[in-house]
């Protein structure tokens, strides 16, 4: 069974950065296509970013173009996420999640294992 551990997560002012990191443990990460999910109070799960097993390929919501990078050690068995000019909007709680197969996905449902979450909170 693959586990999932965020962590990096925290307060932040607006403008600032933070780099998430997700531990995997029980199989290796090789195989699967790592991405992050993110939950604000009162709305739906909704896909920040993917990168696929390989990391040859990645996607990225609108919303976070241009400022967050999706990343992965396989060798350590770790993806990364790196926000930069973090924004209010941004504040949620984020998940790393796993999806079997390898290839990116879009939606929060495509994912097969989910880590606990870590929040991350913008405000000044």
């Known amino acids: 069974q693959l586990q999932l551990v965020e962590s990096g997560g925290g307060w932040v002012q607006p403008g600032g950065s933070l780099r998430l990191s997700c531990a995997a443990s029980g199989l290796a990460l090789d195989s699967y296509a790592i991405g992050w999910v993110r939950q604000a109070p009162g709305k739906e799960r909704e896909g920040v970013s993917c990168?696929?097993?390989?990391?040859?390929?990645?996607n990225y919501a609108d919303f976070v173009k241009g400022r967050f990078a999706i990343s992965r050690d396989n060798a350590k068995n770790i993806v990364y996420l790196q926000m930069n000019n973090l924004k209010p909007e941004d504040t949620a709680v984020y998940y790393c999640a796993a999806a079997a197969g390898g290839a990116v996905v879009i939606e929060a449902r495509e994912y097969d294992f989910w880590g606990q979450g870590t929040q991350v909170t913008v405000s000044s």
């Open positions: 990168i696929s097993a390989s990391g040859m390929s990645e």
